[in-house]
């Protein structure tokens, strides 16, 4: 069983790695963010087989009633160790994807900002090629005459 979780959870490490590096090459924040997304849906997926694993070899123990008592109090140990670390990993999760989102918000502001920068100069170079030749009309002493005649 050991090997075989070896083997299947290098595979999907690597795997994965390599599928998340094919989808998202272009944007290194998305990959960011899938690449923590894979790592957390790994550790789920463990912890349910691993449960799973547990459960199918489960065989209760007939024991005095206060020794059953002890037993069962000892159980929820491990479980509310395991809901702490799910806790702490989610909320890790959740302040890694709140900082990535803050960080593509401020680069999205960034590059709209530029083009807008951008553009702006775009159309004041253009009404300044428009303004041009009517101001060179204006100013002839040919239009002049033309215009108080």
Do not use: C
């Not at 809901?83 to 900082?99: D, T």
């Not at 083009?115 to 009517?134: G, K, T």
Request: charged share 20%.
């Amino acid at each position: 069983m050991p090997v075989a979780y070896l083997v299947v959870g290098l595979a999907w490490i690597f795997g994965s790695d390599h599928v998340l590096d094919w989808l998202f090459r272009d944007d290194p924040g998305a990959l960011l963010f899938a690449g923590s997304l894979n790592g957390v849906l790994f550790v789920v997926v463990t912890a349910v087989l691993m449960h799973l694993a547990l459960l199918a070899r489960w065989e209760p123990v007939s024991a005095a009633a206060g020794e059953a008592e002890r037993l069962h109090a000892r159980l929820w140990q491990p479980v509310t160790m395991f809901l702490i670390a799910g806790l702490m990993i989610a909320a890790a999760g959740y302040g890694l994807y709140a900082r990535q989102a803050g960080e593509v918000r401020k680069e999205a502001a960034t590059k709209l900002q530029a083009i807008s920068d951008l553009n702006s100069l775009q159309v004041a170079a253009w009404f300044a090629d428009r303004r041009r030749p009517m101001r060179e009309a204006a100013d002839s002493p040919f239009t002049g005459r033309a215009v108080a005649d």
